[in-house]
C-alpha cells in the first residue's frame, strides 16, 4: 500500500468525487458508514454504553455528525459535542442540518465538558488530516479532559491533534486513543514509534477512494502487507537444482557468541538458499558442524575471531556480523571483503556495522545495492549523528542509503526499508516478542539466502526477506506465545512464511 501525505490525500478525495461522479457529502457518508461498522462489529457496545462524539469544525467532525445519524438510526443514543467555530466545512453543516432533534448536540466549553465514566466510548472526530497548527485554547483542554478519563476512545481518520505527516511540537495536545480508524490507506505518524500512545491499534477501512489516482501517485513510503509482495517470490521450476539457488558464504561468530552464527546459518538454510558455506573461527567448527549440518564449515586458522578473508571466486553473496566481535584482525577482513566484492551482493549486520561505523572510511567502499541491516541503536553509530526525532531518523535513512547507493533495514515494529532511491518500504508483519537477543540473526540469514537468489532483485529479495521474517514470528508466537519466543523458533517457520509468498 501506498501512504500518502496528507496534501495527497486531499488530491485524492477530489479525484474519487470526480472519477465516481459523487457528492463530497455522499464520500462522506461511505467514510461514516464504514466507521460506524467498525464500531457495531468490532467494539460491540451496549446500548447502554454512554457514546460521546466529539465534532470539529471540517470534515473530519462532518464524519462525527454522520456517524452519529447512523448511530441513532441503528438504536443507540449517542451524544454530540461540538468545537465551536466561526468557519465550517459545508459538509459538516449538511450533516448538522441532518441530526435527528433527538440526538443530543452540546457546544463545548471550558465549563461544559461531558461527564465520562469509565467504560464510555468516545469518537474523537475534531480533526483529522485538515490540521494545520498544533491544538491550543479549548481544543486543547478538551484533549486533556479525555485523556484524563478512562474511556475508550476511537480517532476518526487521526488522533485529533497528530500530524499525519510530520512532528509536532513537544508537549502538544494530542489525544491518546485506543483505536484509530483511517481512510483507505494508513499514515506515516502510525508507524513511528514516538506516535505509539497516540494511535493505539489502527485499521485501515476502504472506502472505495479512485485507485487509479493512488496507483499512478508517486510517493516516497509504502506499507508493505502480503497484497503487496504477491508474485514477488517466483515458485521453484521443476527441474531447478541446488546451483539455480546460489551459494553463499556467511562470516559470522566468535568465542562467546557462536550462537549468532548457528542462527543466520539456520536461518540461511530455511530461506532456500542452494548451499551455505560458513567461516568460523577455529573454536565454532564442531558447534556448527553438530548445529547446522547442511552447511559448510569453513574455520578460520585463529581460534577466537575471525582474521582471513577465505577465497570469494565460489559465491553469489556473502554475509557478515552475526557474532563477529570487533577485534583490529576481523576489521582487516571486512576491508578485504569491501576492497574484494565491487559486484558481490553483501548483507553486513551486527558487528560488521559497529566496524564499519568506527573505521568510517570502509563506507566509503561499499559495493552498490549493498544490504545493510542496523537497529537503530546501529544505525546511530553508522550516521554518527543521533536523530532528534523518528521523522528525521527517516530522513537519515534515506540520506544514508542515496549517498551510499545502499539498501538499509532499519529494524523495528515497523521495520523501514531504505531504497539508494529515497523510497521507504515499511513492514507490516512480526510482534514484540521477536524484541529477544538472535531476531536478527535469524534476519540475516534469511536475507543472504535471498540476496543469493540470483532470481531476485535486490528491493525484492529485502522486502521478501524482512516480511518473512516477522511472518514467521507471528507464526510462532501463535504456538509459543510473544515471551516464550526465541530466535530458533523463528527459524523454524521461515519455510512455512516464505511458502505463503510464492507466487502460484
Ligand atoms: N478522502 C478522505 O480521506 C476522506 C476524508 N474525510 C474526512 O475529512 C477530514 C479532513 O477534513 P478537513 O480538511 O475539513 O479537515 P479537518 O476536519 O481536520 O479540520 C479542518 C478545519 O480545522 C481548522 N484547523 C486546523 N487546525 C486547527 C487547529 N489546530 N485549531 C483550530 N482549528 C484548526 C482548519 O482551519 C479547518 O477549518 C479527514 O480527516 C476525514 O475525517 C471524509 O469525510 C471523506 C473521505
Ligand atoms: N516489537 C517488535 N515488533 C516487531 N518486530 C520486532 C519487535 N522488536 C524486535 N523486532 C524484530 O526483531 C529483530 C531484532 O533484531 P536485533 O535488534 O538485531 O536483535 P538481535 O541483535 O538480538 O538479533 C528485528 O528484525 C526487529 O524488527
Ligand atoms: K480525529
Redesign the pocket.
Known amino acids: 500500500m501506498k501512504i500518502l501525505p496528507a496534501r495527497q490525500t486531499r488530491a485524492l478525495d477530489q479525484a474519487t468525487l470526480q472519477a465516481q461522479r459523487i457528492s463530497s457529502d455522499a464520500l462522506m457518508e461511505r467514510a461514516a458508514t464504514a466507521c460506524t461498522t467498525w464500531l457495531l462489529d468490532e467494539l460491540q457496545p451496549a446500548f447502554t454504553t454512554p457514546l460521546h462524539i466529539l465534532c470539529g469544525p471540517g470534515n473530519n467532525g462532518g464524519d462525527g455528525l454522520a456517524i452519529a445519524r447512523q448511530l441513532h438510526a441503528a438504536g443507540y443514543s449517542p451524544q454530540i459535542w461540538l468545537l465551536p467555530s466561526d468557519r465550517y466545512s459545508s459538509d459538516f453543516l449538511l450533516n448538522r442540518q441532518r441530526l435527528p432533534p433527538q440526538v443530543p448536540c452540546t457546544e463545548l466549553s471550558a465549563d461544559s465538558l461531558p461527564a465520562l465514566p469509565a467504560g464510555a466510548v468516545v469518537l474523537d472526530a475534531l480533526f483529522g488530516t485538515g490540521l494545520s497548527r498544533p491544538l491550543q485554547g479549548l481544543a486543547a483542554r478538551v484533549v486533556q479532559h479525555l485523556s484524563q478519563s478512562g474511556a475508550v476512545v476511537v480517532a476518526i481518520d487521526v488522533p485529533s491533534g497528530l500530524f499525519a505527516d510530520a512532528p509536532q511540537p513537544a508537549d502538544s495536545a494530542v489525544v491518546r486513543a485506543r483505536y484509530t480508524l483511517s481512510f483507505e490507506l494508513p499514515k506515516l505518524a502510525f508507524l513511528l514509534p514516538q506516535n505509539a500512545a497516540f494511535v493505539g491499534e489502527w485499521t485501515v477501512l476502504p472506502i472505495g477512494l479512485d485507485a487509479n489516482f493512488i496507483h499512478n501517485e508517486p510517493v516516497d513510503n509504502y506499507f508493505v502487507d502480503a497484497g503487496f509482495l504477491r508474485r514477488k517470490l517466483p515458485r521453484r521450476e521443476k527441474f531447478s537444482h541446488k546451483g539455480t539457488f546460489g551459494h553463499a558464504l556467511l562470516l559470522a561468530g566468535s568465542y562467546g557468541k557462536m550462537g549468532a552464527a548457528v542462527l543466520a546459518a539456520q536461518a540461511c538454510l530455511r530461506g532456500g538458499v542452494g548451499l551455505l558455506t560458513v567461516r568460523i573461527p577455529a573454536a565454532g567448527y564442531d558447534i556448527l558442524q553438530i548445529s547446522a549440518p547442511e552447511a559448510m564449515a569453513l574455520p578460520d586458522p585463529a581460534r577466537e575471531f575471525l582474521t582471513e578473508l577465505p577465497e570469494l571466486q565460489p559465491y553469489a553473496a556473502v554475509g557478515m556480523g552475526p557474532g563477529l566481535g570487533q577485534e583490529a584482525a576481523t576489521a582487516a577482513v571486512l576491508r578485504q571483503l569491501l576492497h574484494r566484492t565491487p559486484h558481490l551482493p553483501l548483507v553486513l549486520?551486527?558487528d560488521a556495522l559497529n566496524l564499519l561505523a568506527t573505521h568510517r572510511d570502509l563506507l566509503a567502499l561499499l559495493p552498490p545495492d549493498s544490504l545493510l541491516?542496523p537497529?537503530p541503536k546501529e544505525f546511530e553509530r553508522l550516521t554518527g549523528e543521533p536523530a532528534r526525532d523518528d521523522y528525521h531518523r527517516l530522513e537519515q535513512l534515506r540520506a544514508f542509503c542515496g549517498q551510499h547507493r545502499c539498501y538499509c533495514v532499519l529494524?523495528?515494529?515497523y521495520?523501514a526499508l531504505g531504497t539508494p532511491e529515497g523510497a521507504v518500504y515499511f513492514n507490516s508483519t512480526?510482534?514484540?516478542g521477536?524484541?529477544?537477543?538472535?531476531?536478527?540473526?535469524?534476519?540475516t540469514g534469511l536475507l543472504l539466502a535471498l540476496r543469493a537468489d540470483r532470481r531476485l532483485s535486490p528491493l525484492d529479495a529485502a522486502l521478501l526477506g524482512v516480511f518473512a521474517?516477522?511472518r514467521a514470528?507471528d507464526l510462532a508466537a501463535a504456538q509459543t506465545g510473544e515471551a516464550g519466543l526465541v530466535?530458533s523458533d523463528l527459524v523454524r517457520f521461515i519455510g512455512p512464511a516464505l511458502q505463503e509468498l510464492v507466487d502460484g
Do not use: I, R
Open positions: 549486520d551486527a541491516t537497529h529494524k523495528g515494529a521495520t512480526g510482534n514484540p521477536m524484541a529477544s537477543g538472535g531476531s536478527g540473526d535469524v534476519l521474517h516477522g514470528g530466535a
